[in-house]
């Protein structure tokens, strides 16, 4: 290929040059080139290396369907592999290199894989490394693993920068009455006649200009009717975007658009997103998504110099470059006229293949006048030269096939084999397109049951004006459908060639093995797909699985159709008795930060913090999450890490006194008239009689008979009760409370809401607590041990006129209180309580020290409500009320819930006093450390009550069954195996003498 | 991209909602059989086609529906509240709810 940038034409701005390097070399193209059309203007070929035998690869298209010249663009943190040079528009700056090679693209090592061609067919490494003996007698995949991860470096694609992506991508929604895809003469004509009808309608053109086909026409006429139906189109006020893709379409007409912002600019301004992810909801689609052209399976037909027809005219007309000197044209079809002319007309010498024996009179004398040479039944058979072309062996029809015929020199090669209509948005509804023999390509069906219309010649309408009343006729379908009043255009049909495509897909000559690609990208020759039939493989599915053919990234828009006519030939079927296969969003490639958007580092999820958070920074807490909350950890003090602070936390809170923010506890407010029946069918154990001013402890159940969650409840009037949840469970348990009452419960009249953002709680605990909160009370005898006796709950006044309620309740197995205030009072809340608990030297405590403090006592949370655990695996059977029925007392009777021997939960300490142990060992008996063991830890502590490290987890049969014996914790990839005892749940004062005090 | 017909709040994405189960499922008493709470909770059956389900409008008005969805096509049907009591208050205030 000898390209040269032509002296004028095309869509260039010629005064306008742009530097930039290619693999460290600068060079220079001008404003309107993409990479690739600059680099061709400067004479480079070699831009790839495929992908199994590092073949040389050139530019082999202008499109999204580019399967050569695949690149890596930009460096460090913004280095972008595998971009399609022939979508990558020029900037200042651009630094590309090539992929896949090394040292080079021109000189690559990696080539020496061509040498062994045939060892790399289909299925070659399965076959080879996987189970194959004597390699892998016995071995399972254990070799395959590291083959595999041999195979895979040498075979491949460009390599992604392994630093964080410093760019922001945005997540925006849209709607729309009509979303047209495609900005071609259907798309552009389908989009003027909704607007002009007064819908809301979104054109999308992934391109960076509006135009399609109108771009890559040299003629005045079609510049000026693009630019005309432009301009209506503003003034009819539809959006319009470029450099937009609608890479996918879902249910209920949502489609899924990347719009790429800055990847063209060369310092783009700093809060511009690089791509934004767009959801777009429309009432009514229509598909003018063009149509791609096809190759044909030849001898060597992937040498960089062989191109699609369409690139050949879109290089001369857009780009104005003469992409050879020397060129052949192989079509089987009308397209290439045009293109052949044209190219003649440009100073090249063009040498016209067409595979049909009849060319209707004007197509003759559309290029006889400009010197094109024509072979009618000729086609091409392999090309000559192996970095570009430097000559093309050709064959003609003839009764029993083709046969070889001489050659001719040349240094470009173009070819159409026909052209397949962009289906895939269809396809991605699960509409499978139907086979027209006349066009030889999928189109859709005639009946869609959505609200999705193709257009021009994505529904195979071949000619530009035909286009046009395409795209009018599926705007007025829209505008029907909508309620609209449209005469209704009748829609062209597929066709608009003056004399039939002959289909074809493979042209060889007995007795010569050449290797011809189906698949470029992939590298999947004709030979693979034959292979593939031999070894049995007859669903197109399954044939694209084996030989990966249409598994690129160019989702099989090149090869599909060669690959399906192929297999329909092996089998001696049509092309639609094998099938076709589906096309899956995305239609081009979407970058992983698009997806993500901006949910990423501190927006990966929502941040909850209690009204407390700035108060307990201020008093020097440590934070952690705990789900999606935000909680202290611990309060260090000096000198102190987190060990010596939770440990000071729990001594302390158990000699005088520890605050606690509890504020993340769900909190649901359950109202009205038959709000105690609603509780005592919810919860195991019995409410129906509890008092006013008094709480209660209670376990949920599920429907199957599993632990949901547990809480306290508190009765505040004949119809008012507060209810606590877990932290992690507070969602899940108001969700199921809503359910119940609207589904089934219907009868019952009770509201639950949800007031966790209302209140802001502390845990006051400790022997010393009383008088902390005598302190703040407005009427200390409220807080008298008659007055306010264990469980008791009271609604009062703290000091300063802040509303308060508070329980006698107990996490920690101290004496304790949860108080809790409307949420403004937080921090005020804390000041009343710190400024009482401070001078009897108390302490804060954080998650950390509550943890110390439940485990010890032997208090579940979370860690072992896991969903797998029973009321009467917690330890808690009792709990369960034999005298009435509550959710999930059928189900929890069921016999393998009731098994003695299931886990039951207990207390461990280690064998060795100063040995400590993690949680998510797994126990096992001593001498049977294996598979899933007896048990396993759900949380650790050091306990300083105790002295040494304590853990609660499950183990079966429960602690009595383990009395005496050595039981293993086993924990073999983190700290190895420890001897611990297993005893009972309550290790810390366990007839609870501490709380009642 | 489902789109619901929340009788409360108009058409939204399904993302705001989130899917309950079988909505034709009467569940036992409280003191029926572990049999029959058995089949309740456990036993479903796979349709294709239309389908009455629940669904949560978790991140609007907190209200439970019943939608009627085919499975195959994902079109809807109909949306009602699950709550009797609320679908009749809506019946006699406003011709919402049904698509």
């Known amino acids: 290929m000898s390209a040269k940038r032509l002296p004028q034409g095309g869509r260039?701005?010629?005064?306008?040059?742009?530097?930039?390097?290619?693999?460290?070399?600068?060079?220079?193209?001008?404003a309107g080139d993409t990479l690739a059309s600059a680099l061709m203007a400067n004479g480079e070929t070699v831009l790839g290396r495929s992908f199994k035998y590092h073949r040389p690869r050139g530019i082999m298209s202008a499109g999204v369907e580019e399967s050569g010249a695949i690149v890596t663009v930009g460096q460090g943190r913004r280095r972008d592999p595998n971009v399609k040079a022939t979508m990558q528009e020029l900037y200042p700056g651009l630094a590309a290199s090539g992929q896949n090679a090394w040292p080079s693209v021109r000189f690559d090592l990696g080539a020496v894989n061509g040498l062994f061609g045939r060892f790399f067919s289909a299925g070659f490494y399965y076959k080879t490394f996987m189970g194959l003996p004597p390699m892998e007698w016995g071995k399972g995949t254990g070799l395959w693993m590291q083959y595999e991860k041999i195979i895979r470096r040498a075979a491949g694609m460009g390599v992604a920068s392994r630093e964080a992506d410093p760019d922001v991508y945005d997540h925006v929604h849209g709607y729309c009455d009509v979303l047209v895809v495609g900005s071609g003469p259907a798309g552009l004509s389908?989009?003027?006649?909704?607007?002009?009808?007064?819908?809301?309608?979104?054109?999308?053109?992934?391109?960076?200009?509006?135009?399609?086909?109108?771009?890559n026409q040299a003629d005045e006429a079609s510049g000026k009717k693009r630019k005309d139906l432009i301009a209506k189109l503003e003034k009819a006020g539809a959006r319009m975007m470029t450099r937009t893709t609608a890479f996918g379409l879902y249910d209920y007409g949502t489609a899924g658009l990347l719009e790429r912002v800055t990847d063209h600019i060369a310092s783009p301004d700093k809060h511009l997103p690089r791509h934004r992810f767009w959801t777009v909801r429309a009432k009514q689609t229509i598909v003018a998504t063009g149509a791609l052209e096809r190759q044909v399976a030849f001898g060597n037909n992937d040498r960089p110099g062989v191109m699609n027809v369409a690139a050949g005219r879109s290089y001369l007309?857009?780009?104005?470059?003469?992409?050879?000197?020397?060129?052949?044209v192989a079509t089987n079809n009308d397209s290439a006229y045009a293109t052949a002319a044209e190219l003649a007309s440009a100073g090249a010498t063009v040498s016209l293949l067409d595979a049909r024996a009849t060319i209707p009179e004007s197509m003759m004398s559309l290029v006889g006048n400009s010197g094109v040479n024509l072979h009618t039944r000729s086609a091409p058979l392999n090309v000559r030269g192996s970095h570009g072309v430097n000559g093309l062996d050709f064959a003609v029809a003839g009764q029993g096939g083709w046969s070889a015929q001489g050659s001719e020199s040349c240094d470009l090669v173009l070819v159409s084999g026909g052209w397949s209509p962009v289906v895939h948005l269809l396809?991605?509804?699960?509409?499978?397109?139907?086979?027209?023999?006349?066009?030889?390509?999928?189109?859709?069906?005639?009946?869609?049951?959505?609200?999705?219309?193709?257009?021009?010649?994505?529904?195979?309408?071949?000619?530009?004006?035909?286009?046009?009343?395409?795209?009018?006729?599926?705007?007025?379908?829209?505008?029907?459908?909508?309620?609209?009043?449209?005469?209704?255009?009748?829609?062209?049909?597929?066709?608009?060639?003056?004399?039939?495509?002959?289909?074809?897909?493979?042209?060889?000559?007995?007795?010569?093995?050449?290797?011809?690609?189906?698949?470029?990208?992939?590298?999947?020759?004709?030979?693979?797909?034959?292979?593939?039939?031999?070894?049995?493989?007859?669903?197109?599915?399954?044939?694209?699985?084996?030989?990966?053919?249409?598994?690129?990234t160019d989702g099989g828009k090149v090869g599909n159709i060669i690959g399906l006519a192929l297999m329909a030939d092996a089998q001696g079927k049509e092309i639609p008795?094998?099938?076709?296969?589906?096309?899956?969003?995305?239609?081009?490639?979407?970058?992983?930060?698009?997806?993500?958007?901006?949910?990423?580092?501190?927006?990966?999820?929502?941040?909850?913090?209690?009204?407390?958070?700035?108060?307990?920074?201020?008093?020097?807490?440590?934070?952690?999450?705990?789900?999606?909350?935000?909680?202290?950890?611990?309060?260090?003090?000096?000198?102190?890490?987190?060990?010596?602070?939770?440990?000071?936390?729990?001594?302390?809170?158990?000699?005088?006194?520890?605050?606690?923010?509890?504020?993340?506890?769900?909190?649901?407010?359950?109202?009205?008239?038959?709000?105690?029946?609603?509780?005592?069918?919810?919860?195991?154990?019995?409410?129906?009689?509890?008092?006013?001013?008094?709480?209660?402890?209670?376990?949920?159940?599920?429907?199957?008979?599993?632990?949901?969650?547990?809480?306290?409840?508190?009765?505040?009037?004949?119809?008012?009760?507060?209810?606590?949840?877990?932290?992690?469970?507070?969602?899940?348990?108001?969700?199921?409370?809503?359910?119940?009452?609207?589904?089934?419960?219907?009868?019952?009249?009770?509201?639950?809401?949800?007031?966790?953002?209302?209140?802001?709680?502390s845990a006051v605990a400790g022997p010393k607590s009383r008088e902390v909160l005598e302190a703040c009370v407005e009427d200390p005898s409220v807080m008298s041990n008659d007055a306010f006796p264990f469980m008791g709950v009271i609604e009062t006044t703290l000091k300063g006129g802040i509303p308060c309620r508070?329980?006698?309740?107990?996490?920690?197995?101290?004496?304790?209180?949860?108080?809790?205030?409307?949420?403004?009072?937080?921090?005020?809340?804390?000041?009343?309580?710190?400024a009482a608990a401070e001078p009897l030297d108390g302490c804060l405590y954080g998650l950390e020290a509550l943890g110390a403090m439940r485990i010890e006592k032997g208090h579940v949370t979370g860690a072992e409500l896991d969903g797998r655990v029973t009321i009467d695996d917690a330890g808690l059977g009792k709990m369960a009320s034999p005298a009435k029925s509550f959710i999930g007392s059928a189900m929890r009777n069921r016999p393998e819930l009731m098994r003695e021997d299931r886990p039951r939960l207990v207390g461990i300490k280690p064998k060795d006093a100063s040995q400590t142990f993690n949680a998510g060992s797994i126990l096992c008996a001593e001498g049977k450390v294996s598979g899933l063991g007896e048990g396993w830890i759900t949380a650790v502590t050091h306990s300083p009550a105790m002295g040494h490290w304590i853990g609660l987890g499950f183990i079966s049969s429960g602690y009595e069954a383990w009395e005496g014996k050595t039981v293993i914790a086993a924990d073999p990839v983190r700290k190895g195996n420890i001897e611990v005892e297993i005893i009972s749940p309550h290790m810390y004062d366990p007839d609870g003498e501490r709380m009642y005090g | 991209m489902i789109r619901i017909n929340c009788p409360f709040c108009g058409e939204r994405d399904h993302t705001e909602f989130s899917y309950g189960g079988d909505a034709s499922i009467v569940y036992p008493e409280l003191d029926a059989s572990m049999e029959e709470w058995h089949d309740a909770i456990f036993m479903r059956e796979n349709i294709r086609g239309m389908q009455s389900e629940t669904w949560h409008h978790a991140n609007g008005c907190r209200m439970w529906l019943v939608v009627e969805r085919d499975t195959m096509t994902h079109e809807i049907q109909s949306v009602r509240p699950a709550h009797k009591g609320n679908a009749a208050v809506l019946s006699t205030t406003d011709t919402g709810g049904e698509q």
Not at chain 1, 18 to 29: K, N, V
Not at chain 1, 445 to 474: F, H, K, Q, R
Not at chain 1, 812 to 834: C, I, K, N, R, T
Request: aromatic share 10%.
């Open chain 1, 427 to 552: 396809s991605h509804r699960g509409i499978r397109p139907v086979w027209n023999v006349e066009q030889a390509c999928f189109v859709g069906p005639d009946e869609v049951n959505e609200p999705i219309y193709m257009a021009g010649s994505a529904a195979a309408v071949w000619n530009i004006e035909d286009c046009l009343t395409s795209g009018e006729s599926a705007a007025t379908k829209a505008i029907k459908a909508l309620g609209g009043k449209a005469r209704q255009k009748k829609a062209p049909a597929p066709g608009g060639w003056e004399s039939p495509i002959e289909p074809l897909y493979e042209v060889t000559v007995s007795g010569r093995q050449l290797k011809s690609f189906v698949d470029p990208q992939h590298d999947v020759t004709t030979e693979d797909v034959r292979l593939a039939h031999r070894e049995g493989f007859v669903s197109v599915e399954h044939l694209k699985r084996y030989t990966t053919l249409g598994m690129a």
């Open chain 1, 317 to 328: 007309n857009r780009y104005g470059i003469l992409p050879g000197q020397d060129i052949v």
């Open chain 1, 12 to 30: 260039i701005d010629r005064d306008q040059r742009i530097r930039f390097t290619w693999d460290g070399s600068s060079m220079t193209g001008y």
């Open chain 1, 806 to 834: 508070i329980a006698r309740i107990s996490f920690s197995g101290e004496m304790a209180f949860e108080a809790y205030v409307p949420s403004d009072y937080a921090s005020a809340l804390m000041d009343l309580l710190w």
């Open chain 1, 577 to 761: 008795e094998v099938g076709t296969t589906t096309f899956r969003p995305p239609y081009t490639p979407v970058s992983i930060g698009a997806l993500k958007g901006r949910n990423v580092d501190g927006h990966f999820r929502p941040l909850r913090r209690t009204p407390m958070h700035v108060w307990n920074l201020d008093h020097g807490a440590t934070m952690t999450m705990a789900g999606l909350w935000h909680r202290p950890w611990y309060f260090a003090r000096k000198g102190e890490g987190i060990s010596e602070a939770y440990v000071r936390e729990t001594e302390t809170t158990r000699r005088t006194v520890g605050l606690c923010d509890v504020t993340s506890l769900g909190k649901i407010a359950i109202q009205g008239p038959d709000a105690t029946e609603f509780l005592n069918r919810i919860y195991t154990n019995p409410f129906a009689k509890l008092p006013i001013g008094k709480a209660r402890y209670g376990i949920m159940l599920r429907d199957d008979g599993i632990v949901m969650d547990d809480g306290t409840t508190w009765r505040l009037s004949e119809t008012d009760y507060f209810m606590t949840t877990t932290t992690a469970h507070a969602g899940k348990v108001m969700v199921f409370l809503e359910e119940l009452l609207q589904t089934r419960w219907q009868d019952l009249r009770v509201h639950v809401t949800s007031v966790s953002e209302q209140w802001a709680g």
């Open chain 1, 190 to 215: 389908a989009a003027l006649t909704a607007a002009k009808a007064g819908l809301d309608v979104l054109l999308v053109e992934q391109d960076c200009e509006l135009g399609g086909d109108y771009l």
